[in-house]
């Protein structure tokens, strides 16, 4: 069965750093990217990164470039996502995902799409003083 | 970036009925378009990918239409387990794959 399985909630201080984590397992871990995505309390889905285990190409969204940092131990099959400085307003559940690639033959030629087909139960970071 | 619309943001709806939500990209993505189904306190589950692709184990009740800017999923006879929110994801302009703002559906 693929999973992926995450840390534990945490509760921090304003200031404090964090990494929490995201092991994958029934499955190549390198051979797929993990995505993380951030719901703050109440709202919607946030796209924050993904990473490709197999040679630790990262991408960012825009929004949380230079925010937090996504990284991943293939050797253990775990991916991270950390912050050197945690703010109040980075309360929120985050999730990991696999995202995965897939071909689809059309009249023009295959095109390839990408989704997020197994998630992580989340983590909840809690950051107040 | 891309930015994802969604409409309503909310409805309620009765079992049985026949459920439309819509999605709409700021640009055209073709059919770069995914769906998920989120239960509160729950991590979201993929309904649909590729704008009409049924995921594995999807109930056959769940269709996704639309290519360009504009798209649909239809939930063609609500049952009770499918109140819950639902995402539209573009993933054609990456980095981000940016989500839709959700759509809510409640007990009527």
């Known amino acids: 069965e693929v999973q992926l399985v995450q840390s534990g909630a945490e509760v921090k201080k304003p200031g404090e750093s964090l990494k929490i984590s995201c092991k994958g397992s029934g499955y190549s871990f390198t051979s797929y990217w993990i995505g993380w995505v951030r719901q703050m309390p109440g709202k919607g889905l946030e796209w924050m990164g993904i990473i490709y285990p197999g040679d630790s190409d990262t991408r960012y969204s825009p929004s949380f470039q230079g925010q937090v940092t996504i990284s991943a131990d293939k050797s253990i099959s775990t991916a991270y996502l950390q912050w050197s400085s945690l703010k109040a307003s980075d309360t929120a559940m985050y999730y990991c995902?696999?995202?995965?690639?897939?071909?689809?033959?059309?009249?023009?030629?295959?095109?390839?799409?990408?989704?997020?087909?197994?998630w992580g139960k989340g983590t909840t970071v809690t950051v107040s003083s | 970036d891309i930015q994802m619309t969604q409409s309503p943001s909310s409805l309620s709806a009765s079992v049985g009925d026949r459920v439309t939500i819509t999605c709409r990209a700021s640009?055209?993505?073709?059919?770069?378009l995914n769906w998920y189904q989120q239960k509160p306190g729950k991590a979201p589950k993929l309904l649909i990918y590729a704008a009409s692709s049924l995921q594995s184990g999807v109930p056959s009740r769940f269709s996704g239409s639309g290519s360009g800017t504009d798209f649909t999923l239809t939930i063609s006879s609500l049952q009770p387990e499918d109140f819950a929110t639902y995402y539209c994801?573009?993933?054609?302009?990456?980095?981000?794959?940016?989500f839709g703002p959700g759509t809510k559906v409640d007990i009527k």
């Open positions: 995902a696999r995202r995965v690639r897939v071909g689809i033959v059309a009249t023009t030629g295959e095109n390839y799409y990408y989704y997020m087909d197994v």
């Open positions: 640009q055209s993505i073709s059919s770069y």
């Open positions: 994801q573009q993933s054609y302009s990456t980095p981000p794959d940016t």
